[in-house]
């Protein structure tokens, strides 16, 4: 299992940006791939899985990218920290949501759905982020 510690969430206005962190701690074989995901106002008590935004290899930084956010969003580690980013730019207001960081232990499962929710065993508590337009 890891630990997964989310931060820097905030409002902002449509246009702007922001970064989430994510620290995580644990096994190194539990982090085969680091992702975020999100998940709208409302959906979690309605059962929709949540929405793959970005996700990377940990072993040779391969990363992948929701269509919604490419251009947009970059997600990157820091190895030396044990922290992974997601650098939101151009943010739209549907871009509103509780961001959420998880870690994957499949590496196969990595590489063939790293934007799947259903890919990953550890997730932190979120953080919201709001753009208002």
């Known amino acids: 299992q890891v630990q997964l510690v989310e931060s820097g969430g905030g409002s902002v206005q449509a246009g702007g940006s922001l970064r989430l962190s994510c620290a995580a701690f644990?096994?190194?074989?539990?982090?085969?791939?680091l992702g975020w995901f999100r998940q709208y106002p409302g959906k979690e008590r309605e059962g929709v899985e949540r929405e793959g935004v970005a996700a990377i290899v940990t072993g040779d930084g391969t990363t992948y990218y929701a269509d919604s956010v490419k251009g947009r969003f970059t997600i990157s580690q820091d190895n030396a920290k044990n922290t992974v980013y997601l650098q939101m730019n151009s943010l739209k207001p549907e871009d509103t949501a509780m961001y959420y960081c998880?870690?994957?232990?499949?590496?196969?499962?990595?590489?063939?759905?790293?934007?799947?929710?259903?890919?990953?065993?550890?997730w932190g508590q979120g953080t919201q982020v709001t753009v208002s337009s």
């Open positions: 998880a870690a994957g232990a499949n590496r196969y499962s990595c590489l063939l759905q790293p934007v799947v929710d259903r890919t990953y065993n550890s």
């Open positions: 644990g096994n190194r074989a539990s982090k085969d791939c």
